[in-house]
């Protein structure tokens, strides 16, 4: 009868413990922190365990090394399984450390990104708010072209805010501390800074495309380094360095940058004049920021340039003249001019090779571009690069007719016409390419 009883207790226990394990902890879900604003050792893009929703309290109950804590609803993304929590945490890894705050009084977070959408929160100027994603590209909202920024406030409201305002930032610290370090920045002086500035002619030769390869270049242009406080001057002519000590803001928008005689004045978002002094005198300069590769556009073109070229060479490769001797055109447009006559020292420079190389830097007018196909220019060995000499040319038959330019006709790389009288030069090809 004992051993009966016996039996029934232990049976009952190993019910009695099954039941009291089966009542232990449940998880309703997993979470992904968005924004943790305590210190309490979670992370943003953190995934936890969630164990219960209080709608009362506005809260989630998540579990922390053992340990409950609560979470603003606004704060953590739910998910019912773990895969989709996991998922939405790789996306969001590269904006855990993403703030941003408002530039102006009032800017609107809307129920969808769109500008007509249900405005639902207004930001303050100053207010910090977390970035949660960003649109895949730009959107045009007036005469605005910007990102939408999925958003969530310091108390919990998410949204789609307009990029146009904003102050998008990185930080693994306090956002708010950031915040009124970023504010107290001169966004004027900033623009200087934190851009690479060409010469005003960039953008013309951009505009007209129309390159003067000999100034439109990489290493040309005003080159702010903001961390070793130097800036970097080159022109096709010099270069200089600027190093400075600190920035004083001496008008509106004017600023001298104390230790160097620069100075610098902004006129709207993409453009500034600098100014400075060059052996006793005063010199200045106006600069834009351009959106465009400036590498791509030289490469297209260096490719231009050959392609007239390879034009030629197509035609043949060795030309010769009763008067003007022999030219030899070869890869890479090198060339050999043989026995110029009494080209040289007239035309051609009198300290002259005979080798060097072509180029087609300039560009015909509208008068005269039905009369030749293009300008050539020949680069001597052994003289400077601006005393290139150039001419109008024009295959005709079984030759080449070239009329000689002085560069007083050539304006803004267009050449207007030729000298009076006109030099005349007439090529027979010897040698044709197969």
């Avoid at 390869?213 to 360095?241: A, Q, W």
């Avoid at 079984?398 to 009329?403: A, H, M, T, W």
Wanted: proline letters at 3%; one cysteine or more.
């Amino acid at each position: 009868m004992l051993k009966g009883k016996l039996y029934y207790f232990v049976i009952f226990g190993l019910i009695l413990s099954l039941f009291l394990t089966s009542c232990g902890k449940k998880y309703i879900g997993y979470g992904v922190i968005l924004w943790n604003k305590d210190s309490n050792g979670i992370q943003n893009g953190e995934i936890v365990r969630v164990r219960q929703q209080s709608n009362i309290r506005k809260t989630y109950l998540i579990e922390k090394n053992d340990e409950e804590l609560e979470v603003g609803l606004g704060f953590l993304r739910f998910f019912g399984k773990r895969g989709d929590a996991e998922s939405f945490a790789r996306g969001y890894s590269e904006y855990i450390n993403t703030f941003a705050f408002s530039l102006n009084n009032g800017l609107p977070i809307r129920e969808e990104p769109k500008a007509n959408a249900k405005r639902i929160y207004r930001l303050r100027k100053g207010e910090v708010i977390k970035v949660i994603s960003r649109g895949e590209k730009k959107e045009a909202v007036g005469a605005y072209e910007n990102y939408w920024y999925d958003v969530l406030t310091e108390d919990g409201h998410e949204g789609y805010c307009y990029g146009q305002f904003l102050r998008v930032f990185q930080t693994k610290g306090n956002p708010v501390e950031m915040v009124k370090r970023l504010m107290a920045e001169d966004p004027v002086l900033n623009s200087i800074l934190e851009k690479t500035w060409r010469p005003e002619y960039f953008k013309e030769m951009l505009e007209e495309n129309k390159f003067d390869l000999n100034k439109f270049r990489m290493d040309i242009g005003f080159f702010p380094n903001r961390d070793e406080k130097v800036i970097k001057l080159v022109t096709d002519k010099y270069s200089l360095v600027f190093r400075y000590t600190g920035v004083d803001k001496i008008g509106e928008n004017r600023y001298l940058f104390k230790g160097s005689d620069l100075r610098v004045t902004v006129y709207g978002k993409d453009k500034i004049a600098i100014f400075y002094n060059l052996e006793g005198k005063n010199v200045s300069g106006v600069y834009v920021s351009v959106k465009e590769d400036i590498q791509k556009v030289i490469q297209g073109e260096i490719e231009r340039r050959d392609a007239i070229y390879e034009s030629l060479l197509e035609r043949g490769k060795q030309m010769s003249s009763r008067f003007y001797g022999n030219i030899i055109l070869s890869d890479n447009r090198r060339f050999v001019w043989q026995n110029p006559g009494k080209l040289k020292g007239r035309i051609i420079p009198g300290e002259a090779g005979d080798t060097g190389v072509v180029d087609f830097n300039y560009y015909l007018s509208e008068k005269i571009a039905k009369d030749y196909d293009g300008v050539i220019t020949f680069y001597f060995d052994g003289v400077p690069r601006d005393r290139g000499v150039d001419f109008l040319y024009r295959t005709v038959n079984n030759g080449l007719r070239l009329v000689y330019v002085d560069r007083n006709n050539i304006e803004n790389l267009i050449v207007k016409g030729t000298s009076v009288p006109p030099v005349i030069l007439y090529f027979s090809y010897t040698e044709q390419t197969e």
